[in-house]
T-cell receptor, first 115, second 114 residues
Framework: AQKVTQAQTEISVVEKEDVTLDCVYE???????LFWYKQPPSGELVFLIR??????QNEISGRYSWNFQKSTSSFNFTITASQVVDSAVYFC????????????FGTGTSLTVIP | DAGVIQSPRHEVTEMGQEVTLRCKPI?????LFWYRQTMMRGLELLIY????????DSGMPEDRFSAKMPNASFSTLKIQPSEPRDSAVYFC????????????FGQGTRLTVV
């Protein structure tokens, strides 16, 4: 079973629009970690954020914000006032404290911001 | 720190040839991962090491693939013999105390087997 699901394969928005990328995870661990990575057209994977399961406080960093809701097992990522430079593939990932020592990645959401 | 360094960045080889990909993790990191990325399968974990010891190689596709980590600052992923279906981008990543920190990725090696 897929541990991390990113149902949105591709999204296109017009510059300055807000966009939310969905991430749903599945785990039986009570302690786990969630991550978002960005993969721009140049190909590298850039770490954006880590969230611990015991910290449900939402986080904002500039135009980026993350909404962590344990009740729905979701860790969604919102870009406010999108820019062309935000065009990339975004990956959500999960790491579990007790059942495995690897990062489980979603299939990614390809975001295109149209100028 | 220079980050995770992979070499080569691009590799084109003929089917049947041996290919060796190299990785230098971030100094002090105790976990090292090898991932493969393709359009069809996305990001796949091939193998990971903890303190230079292979912990889980269940993602290695077949015996043609092998990975080593002779010391804390170097790892290799070898494919012998290579096949066209091995064409992909191979990423190396490292992390510190895996379960509490993120993994940092290298820039990847784009492998093309013709």
């Amino acid at each position: 079973a897929q541990k991390v699901t990113q149902a949105q394969t591709e999204i296109s928005v017009v510059e300055k629009e807000d966009v939310t990328l969905d991430c749903v995870y599945e785990t039986r661990d009570t302690t786990y970690y969630l991550f978002w990575y960005k993969q721009p057209p140049s190909g590298e994977l850039v770490f954006l954020i880590r969230r611990n399961s015991f910290d449900e406080q939402n986080e904002i960093s500039g135009r980026y914000s993350w909404n962590f809701q344990k009740s729905t097992s979701s860790f969604n990522f919102t870009i406010t006032a999108s820019q062309v430079v935000d065009s990339a593939v975004y990956f959500c990932a999960l790491s579990e404290e007790n059942t495995g020592n690897q990062f489980y990645f979603g299939t990614g959401t390809s975001l295109t911001v149209i100028p | 720190d220079a980050g995770v360094i992979q070499s080569p960045r691009h590799e084109v080889t003929e089917m049947g040839q041996e290919v060796t990909l190299r990785c230098k993790p971030i100094s002090g990191h105790d976990y090292l991962f090898w991932y493969r990325q393709t359009m069809m399968r996305g990001l796949e974990l091939l193998i990971y090491f903890n303190n230079n010891v292979p912990i889980d190689d269940s993602g290695m596709p077949e015996d043609r693939f092998s990975a080593k980590m002779p010391n804390a600052s170097f790892s290799t992923l070898k494919i012998q013999p290579s096949e066209p279906r091995d064409s992909a981008v191979y990423f190396c990543a490292s992390s510190l105390r895996l379960k509490k920190t993120e993994a940092f990725f290298g820039q990847g090696t784009r492998l093309t087997v013709v």
